[in-house]
């Protein structure tokens, strides 16, 4: 059976991963807190930002990486000081570095390991008050498409772009049905994602299924990214 981490993935699409992937495999997750995680994956107290993987029993083959941990600030470029961006790209990017630098060997040990991130289609589309968040994720997508060339053929690596999907996190934005109703009618496919239409795709590449598939980008975003039906 597979060992998959999750970091960072105790509510909202992780959460969800957990549940998809614990029939078939070793689920562990960790993460700050435990949001109704099934009693059958196994959590570990973990504060990406502020702790080390090695600090954690973790078992000597990793076959599947979920990093989830992320930010949404979405605020005009006039009103962001420069220490949200130095957060934002700490959150979402240096911190996975230092991560996978801790698991490198436990990975390599695996078959082929499967590393999966998180982007957003606001690097790829470009939208106001994304300035932060694009930046960060932007970084996260160039890298990880070196380091799939680079770990290759060992080590898959693949990138999720998500549009705006109900979760926690995104939750003021989606705070009440005509705020829902408003941001589903910008969306090709007329509504917004939910965790698990994002979770299927990372189920997806964490699987044998997708045993060819390394270095992309998958666009899981209501067809917002490449089509425009104004």
């Excluded at 099934?38 to 702790?51: C, S």
């Excluded at 606001?122 to 932060?132: D, L, Q």
Aim: charged share 20%.
């Amino acid at each position: 059976m597979k060992n998959i981490l999750l970091i960072g993935g105790s509510y909202g699409i992780g959460n969800e991963i957990a549940k998809q992937m614990k029939a078939e495999a070793n689920v562990i997750v960790a993460s700050r807190t435990n949001n109704d995680l099934p009693e059958d994956v196994t959590h570990i107290p973990f504060d990406a930002a502020k702790n080390s993987i090695l600090e954690i029993d973790l078992p000597e083959v990793i076959d599947g990486l979920v990093y989830c941990p992320g930010t949404i600030n979405l605020k005009p470029f006039s009103m962001l000081k420069p220490e949200v961006f130095e957060s934002d790209l700490q959150l979402n990017f240096l911190s996975l570095v230092k991560i996978l630098k801790e698991l490198h060997p436990k990975l390599k040990a695996s078959t082929q390991a499967s590393i999966v991130v998180f982007s957003t289609v606001a690097v790829k589309v470009g939208m106001p008050f994304h300035t932060s968040v694009a930046a960060a994720k932007g970084a996260l997508e160039g890298f990880s498409k070196s380091l799939a060339a680079e770990w290759a053929p060992q080590i898959r690596v693949n990138v999720i772009a998500p549009s705006l999907t109900n979760t926690p996190l995104a939750k003021r934005l989606v705070s009440n049905e005509a705020k829902i109703e408003k941001m589903n009618e910008r969306h090709p496919l007329k509504r917004i994602g939910q965790s698990e239409d994002i979770a299927h795709m990372a189920s997806f590449l964490l699987s044998d299924k997708s045993s060819w598939i390394t270095g992309q980008v998958m666009g899981v975003d209501g067809g917002t990214s490449t089509l425009n039906l104004s």
